[in-house]
């Protein structure tokens, strides 16, 4: 009886390397089903902007403060300490003795003027 059981136990043994196989090979399928799904997934959605744009200019007139807010980077309800830190960032990008220009400068001033309160819609010097 011993030899009869012996036998069964190669043959079940025979199966299970086909199932385990076929098995991997199932999972391996839905695994790239679902990564490709995911890619195109990825791919597919819109795009965000993955640096922080400053204000591109296109100056009015007289500096209102939603537009004094773009050339900072801020939001109008923005807190003062907040504005004079972006302040301080726009302006070394464009500080006249590291490249920058006069006229930009002089915005950027009028811009945290305009965002501190301290103007009264005098405009630019330029």
């Known amino acids: 009886m011993s030899?009869?059981?012996s036998t069964r136990s190669e043959h079940s043994s025979d199966m299970a390397a086909p199932v385990v196989a076929g098995l991997c090979v199932a999972v391996t399928a839905l695994a790239g089903r679902y990564g490709i799904q995911a890619w195109q997934a990825y791919k597919a959605r819109p795009p965000t902007a993955r640096l922080r744009r400053f204000y591109e200019g296109g100056f009015q007139q007289t500096m209102t403060r939603r537009e004094a807010a773009?050339?900072?980077g801020?939001?109008?309800s923005t807190a003062l300490e907040?504005?004079?830190e972006?302040?301080?960032k726009v302006m070394i990008a464009n500080h006249p003795d590291a490249g920058g220009s006069?006229?930009?400068a002089s915005k950027i001033n009028e811009a945290k003027d305009m965002m501190l309160r301290k103007?009264?819609?005098s405009g630019?010097?330029?």
Do not use: Q
Request: no cysteine.
């Open 3 to 5: 030899v009869n059981n």
């Open 70 to 72: 773009l050339i900072l």
């Open 74 to 76: 801020v939001r109008e």
């Open 82 to 84: 907040k504005v004079k």
């Open 86 to 88: 972006a302040h301080r």
């Open 102 to 104: 006069h006229y930009m």
């Open 119 to 121: 103007t009264k819609n």
């Open 124 to 126: 630019s010097a330029f």
